[in-house]
């Protein structure tokens, strides 16, 4: 169900400044019901290029990559890029 445009909230106000800074990327907010990895792994189907945040905690990557980092790497059809932040 994708959220209603107005203005105001922070899912709203926190894209606003990514569509800011890449007015030429794509960016579409919706609530969904459901397990994330799996759910993300769906969305990633019909992508060509799945990126996910993964909060960098001084180990190598695969030390660290959760259940739903885990599930759209076992899931998702197109190419995923882990990218560490923080």
Not at 8 to 31: H, M, N, S, T
């Amino acid at each position: 169900m994708p959220l209603p445009s107005r203005s105001g909230g922070p899912l709203i106000d926190l894209l606003r400044a990514w569509r800011d800074k890449l007015p030429g990327v794509e960016v579409i907010e919706e609530a969904v019901v459901g397990q994330a990895g799996t759910r993300l792994a769906d969305v990633a189907r019909d992508v060509s290029l799945f990126v996910m945040g993964h909060k960098h905690r001084g180990c190598p990557l695969g030390a660290l990559v959760g259940p739903v980092t885990h599930a759209v790497l076992r899931g998702a059809d197109a190419p995923v890029a882990v990218v560490p932040h923080g």
